[in-house]
C-alpha cells in the first residue's frame, strides 16, 4: 500500500467541503465521525481509514476511489479501472451473477492489454463487496423492523378493540336486564 499523502488530503477534502457549502460540524455529522477527527484529518494530523473515507465521500457526494487516489492509498492510474467496477456493482438494473460476469469479462480484456490487478484493486473489490453485503444486511434488518411494527400495531388494535368490546357491552346488557319487568332485577327480588 502506498504512504499516505494527509496532507494534499487534508486540502482536497477541505476545497470539496467548501464547495458543498458544508460546515466542518455538518460534514462530520454526515460522514458518521467526530468533528475534532475531522478537522484534524482536514489539518493532515490524521490518517483516516479507508472506511473513514468511504464515509467522507458519501456525505459529499463524490467517489470514495477520488478519495482513496488523494489519500495515496489507490494509484491515479488505477482509478479508471475501479470506477468501472464499481459502476458495474452499483448498477440496479442487473442481478448479481450478471454483475460477476461482466466483471470477468472487463478483468480478462484488462489481462489481455497487459493490466495487472494489484493490491490496492483487490481492496477496493473487497471494500465494495463489504459494502454491498452492509447494504443488503441494513435492508434486511429494516423490512424486518417494519413488519414487526406492523404486527405490534395489529395486535394492538386487536387487544384494544377486544378490551372496548368486553368493557361496553356487559355492563349494558347487564344494565339494560335489570330495567326490564321480569328482568335479572326482579328474579333476585323473588317475583
Known sequence: ???????????????????????????????????????????????????????IAKALQISAETLYVQA????????????????????????????????????SFRKENGVADGPAVDAAKAAQAKKAAAARTAAKKAAAKKAATRVADAVAETVAARTRALKSVPAK???????????????????
Do not use: C, F, W
Request: proline fraction near 4%; glycine fraction near 10%.
Open 1 to 55: 500500500m502506498a504512504s499516505l499523502n494527509v496532507g494534499n488530503l487534508g486540502e482536497y477534502l477541505r476545497e470539496q467541503r467548501r464547495s458543498a457549502q458544508l460546515s466542518l460540524r455538518q460534514l462530520a455529522e454526515a460522514a458518521g465521525v467526530s468533528n475534532p477527527y475531522l478537522s484534524q484529518i482536514e489539518r493532515g494530523l490524521r490518517k483516516p481509514s479507508a472506511d473513514i473515507l468511504q464515509q
Open 72 to 107: 495515496g492509498i489507490l494509484d491515479e492510474r488505477d482509478q479508471n479501472g475501479i470506477e468501472v467496477r464499481t459502476a458495474i456493482l452499483t448498477d440496479p438494473t442487473i442481478n448479481e451473477k450478471q454483475k460477476q460476469v461482466l466483471l470477468q469479462i472487463y478483468e
Open 173 to 191: 346488557d347487564k344494565q339494560h336486564n335489570q330495567d326490564k319487568p321480569g328482568g335479572d332485577g326482579d328474579l333476585a327480588a323473588g317475583a
